[in-house]
């Protein structure tokens, strides 16, 4: 049998070494910027005054005291009044002494004498709780309204964003190697 020389190869992997840090990304939102400005609305207000009116002639008539023309005119209005009382007076008295049928005697009643009345005219008007008359007049307000403003502005402000690239360090750690050995070759034969 005849034996061959054999080649010996020895074979050796490359290692390779990764060091890896992750990258960091920061991000900032600022608030948008804003300016509000305002302008107050206005109102206005103007009111009259009220009038008011109170009319007291009533009560001063019911006092007596409303005034010498309007006294007269109520003594003309009762002086009616009291000839019609003093008409049918008189024709009662009459009728009483022309009765001779009744027993009394009405001569002898007649024949005394009557007081005046001086209170038959009756010049002063009816007293009455509701004798002064008031009555107020209200009028409107004028009501004016300036309407206000508001002026918004916005600015929206941009991102802050900071980046930090990460590190990739990739490096030999061991060569690839390959390595022959040759067989010993024995020349002297």
């Given at each position: 049998m005849v034996s061959f020389p054999v080649?010996?190869?020895?074979?050796q992997n490359a290692k390779l070494g990764i060091v890896a840090n992750r990258g960091v990304l920061d991000f900032e939102q600022p608030r948008a910027t804003m300016e509000i400005k305002t302008t107050p609305p206005k109102?206005?207000?103007?009111?009259e005054n009220g009038e008011l009116h109170i009319d007291q002639s009533r009560a001063w008539d019911a006092y007596g005291t409303g005034g010498h023309l309007k006294m007269m005119n109520s003594i003309y209005q009762e002086a009616r009044r009291v000839g019609m009382e003093g008409i049918a007076r008189i024709v009662d008295e009459g009728n009483r002494m022309a009765a001779i049928q009744n027993k009394a005697?009405?001569?002898?009643?007649?024949?005394?004498?009557?007081?005046?009345r001086f209170n038959e005219?009756?010049?002063?008007?009816?007293?009455?709780?509701?004798?002064?008359?008031?009555?107020?007049i209200a009028h409107k307000p004028d009501i004016q309204v300036q309407d206000g403003q508001l002026s918004i502005e916005t600015q929206v402000n941009k991102p802050i964003m900071n980046n930090r690239s990460g590190i990739?360090?990739?490096?030999?750690?061991?060569?690839?190697?390959?390595?022959?050995?040759p067989p010993q070759i024995d020349v002297m034969k």
């Open positions: 080649v010996q190869i020895q074979t109102l206005n207000i103007n009111s005697d009405a001569f002898v009643e007649l024949a005394h004498f009557a007081p005046i005219f009756n010049y002063c008007g009816d007293a009455s709780f509701d004798n002064v008359d008031i009555n107020y990739l360090d990739i490096y030999m750690i061991q060569y690839q190697q390959i390595q022959f050995t």
